[in-house]
């Protein structure tokens, strides 16, 4: 049926899902086409569809969504102006910020990150913003920058609208130094090739797209986004979207409100996955539910009080240094082994026999973290980590989780001093080198 080709056709070339936006909205939009064209053959809209891209823009100029106001979710701004106070500016002094919206709509996202720039202390010229739209008439409207009461939503942001914007006869215009800021694009997020000669984006807003598009639509646009980050940037999404980065290599922001994690750098991400899949952000779930009911009668007996809803408590005694033994060292790679296999509590079991000959080995404790992190207690977790960096202050690695747990605690000032101490042991090595 030439319907359901047409639905076909929106969901391969921008991805949108006839389930998610409703056939009878495409139907809708394909038959006001028809009125406009004076066709009322449905099969000749179709051919004329294939065949002139015009049409085609039409029509999806017809069934993508323009919702959007200035400071939606006014938590992640908020967010987002910390962070550039207290990680971004202290780090990068005179450094470009880069910042990607997309889909951008009417412009108001890409504008609300402007001012929000702004706000935080950055200097214009060390704010680069672009913002790409699939639609040309919202690019158009952006551009223009003239908006109407409906744009402000937010009570709580109109002190804002007062100092950013020009008011007209209740109509609300921005600020040419504001405007400037924002380049804007015509582009599909579906598009392997979209902005393949910029650079990598610092943040990047990606906001109630994927809940409108197909799986493989969502995969493509994951792939792109994920090209588009850098290292070690903040990806910010729809509140219904978090889902769709579950296992991926980011950790999650963990402040109520805003939808963003954090890119896990890849060195890092590597490194963790040689002993474990930990899944980020890290859940706080019960050993029972990743231990089969079959090991665990060779579970040691302080895992064996967790199955029963107790936290184990160390019986790892005090530091006392020693060189690792035969033993000791044929445990941890037993250990590393179990845990390679998922049988967390089995290889934290031989950790812990490790630490009772030698509670000052620096690679078993940081094992034991990485097992407790792997089981969802980022306490436990944390304990040996920071205990790993007691022994051996050098350690990045251990040092690297200490930043992420701080991070998804929200103790951001926390992480940053971390970052810190992590970034001066690389630059004393690549002196040392």
């Known amino acids: 049926m030439p319907q359901i080709t047409i639905e076909r056709l929106l969901e391969s070339k921008i991805g949108v899902s006839v389930e998610a936006i409703g056939a009878k909205v495409i139907e809708k939009a394909v038959r ?51 962070y550039i106070k207290t990680e971004w500016l202290p780090q990068h002094q005179g450094k ?63 002190a804002l609208r007062e100092r950013y914007f020009e008011n007209k006869k209740k ?26 000669d910029e650079k990598p984006y610092q943040v990047i807003f990606c906001r109630n797209l994927l809940i409108y598009l197909g799986n493989d639509a969502k995969k493509r646009t994951v792939a792109v986004l994920s090209r588009l980050l850098t290292k070690t940037g903040i990806l910010f999404v729809g509140h219904a979207e978090r889902p769709m980065f579950e296992g991926l290599e980011f950790n999650w922001v963990r402040q109520p409100g805003v939808f963003a994690c954090r890119r896990i750098h890849e060195t890092q991400l590597r490194k963790q996955r040689r002993f474990l899949q930990i899944p980020y952000p890290f859940e706080r779930r019960k050993t029972s539910q990743i231990v089969e009911q079959s090991q665990m009668n060779t579970v040691s007996p302080s895992l064996d009080k967790r199955q029963q809803g107790k936290e184990p408590k160390s019986t790892i005694p005090s530091f006392e240094r020693r060189h690792p033994t035969e033993t000791t060292t044929k445990l941890l790679d037993r250990a590393r082994q179990l845990a390679d296999q998922g049988k967390l509590n089995e290889a934290f079991a031989l950790c812990e026999q490790s630490l009772r000959e030698n509670p000052a080995d620096v690679q078993a ?63 004393k090595f690549q002196t040392a080198a």
Request: proline share 2%; hydrophobic share 40%; aromatic share 10%.
């Open 32 to 82: 006001h086409r028809m009125t406009v064209g004076g066709l009322t053959d449905l099969n000749a809209y179709l051919q004329q569809l294939q065949t002139s891209e015009y049409e085609w823009n039409e029509l999806v100029e017809m069934v993508v969504i323009p919702e959007t106001w200035f400071f939606r979710n006014r938590q992640s701004f908020t967010f987002l102006e910390e």
């Open 96 to 158: 470009v910020l880069r910042v990607l919206s997309a889909p951008c709509s009417t412009g108001e996202e890409p504008y609300s990150i402007a001012i929000t720039l702004l706000e935080a202390g950055l200097r214009p010229e060390h704010a680069h913003i672009d913002a790409v739209d699939i639609s040309a008439n919202a690019l158009q409207k952006a551009k223009l920058a003239t908006y109407g009461a409906e744009s402000f939503r937010n009570k709580e942001t109109l």
């Open 171 to 196: 109509t609300y215009h921005l600020h040419a130094n504001v405007k400037r800021l924002v380049r804007f694009l015509q582009g599909n997020l579906l598009d392997s090739k979209l902005l393949a």
């Open 365 to 427: 404790n940081f094992l034991a973290g990485l097992i407790w992190l792997a089981l969802g207690n980022d306490e436990q977790a944390e304990t040996f980590f920071t205990k790993t960096v007691y022994l051996d202050p050098q350690h990045h690695e251990a040092l690297n989780y200490l930043a992420f747990i701080a991070e998804y605690r929200g103790q951001h000032e926390k992480a940053l001093l971390l970052r810190q101490r992590i970034e001066r042991i690389h630059k």
